[in-house]
């Protein structure tokens, strides 16, 4: 059981760069999660989706867009890559809506735009 | 300004050792809280969920507690192991569509 796959692990990626981050999750969770982790901050929410075909906006959405295709898949792309945008970003996912259910996450990827 | 404040931010504290780290929040309305385990270079990992009528729960020889009514947690560890070094979030449920809160976290090293 995998759970969570998060791809790649790393990326070095120059300004002005478009990026793609990948997840996967096998667990048939219907809500997934975008978040960025920096150094003495907690995690923020980048993007969310509560279920196949939607998408919402969290706490840090400019600069990433999100789409949700189908259940097991959500990328995250930066169209523009910034220094700013330097960070680990994790994906998670859970049965249903984050406020009840346990949320897991992917082990992150950790990105830097020089 | 964090809904969520944990302290201390780091500790260091000797195999076998007991300790205890604290989660102070303002999130209102409250619906659950949670703390998370997250090891170096991984994601975090869930250790508790408890809702507002809980006011302790445990895993192993982790235990949280909840009040409520001063919005605040503490989480502690008993005879801790070296595979106890990790950083500890704690993280507030409470907007109705199911946002969460996450505290920055505390970073604890557990030394031979």
């Known amino acids: 059981i995998a759970g969570i796959t998060q791809a790649p692990t790393s990326q070095i990626l120059a300004a002005g760069r478009r990026m793609t981050l990948r997840c996967t999750q096998d667990?048939?969770?219907?809500?997934m999660y975008w978040y960025r982790q920096d150094l003495g901050l907690g995690l923020r929410l980048i993007h969310y989706s509560n279920t196949a075909g939607t998408t919402g906006k969290g706490e840090v959405p400019d600069g990433y867009s999100v789409s949700r295709a189908n259940t097991d898949d959500f990328p995250l792309t930066l169209a523009s890559a910034v220094p700013s945008q330097t960070s680990v970003y994790f994906c998670a996912s859970s049965p249903a809506g984050a406020k009840h259910n346990e949320q897991f996450f992917g082990p992150g990827t950790r990105l830097t735009v020089l | 300004k964090n809904q969520v404040e944990q302290s201390p931010q780091s500790l260091i504290i000797l195999e076998g050792k007991n300790c205890t780290l604290q989660c102070n929040y303002t999130v209102s309305p409250f619906s659950n809280l949670r703390w998370y385990k997250q090891d170096t270079g991984r994601g975090p990992v869930s250790l508790t969920i408890m809702t507002f009528s809980e006011n302790t729960k445990s895993n192993g020889r982790y235990t949280a507690t909840l009040d409520a009514d001063t919005k605040q947690s503490s989480l502690h560890i008993t005879a801790s192991q070296l595979s106890d070094s990790a950083s500890y979030i704690c993280v507030v449920s409470g907007e109705s569509w199911g946002k969460l809160q996450f505290g920055a976290g505390t970073q604890v090293v557990v030394t031979p």
């Open positions: 667990m048939r969770h219907n809500a």
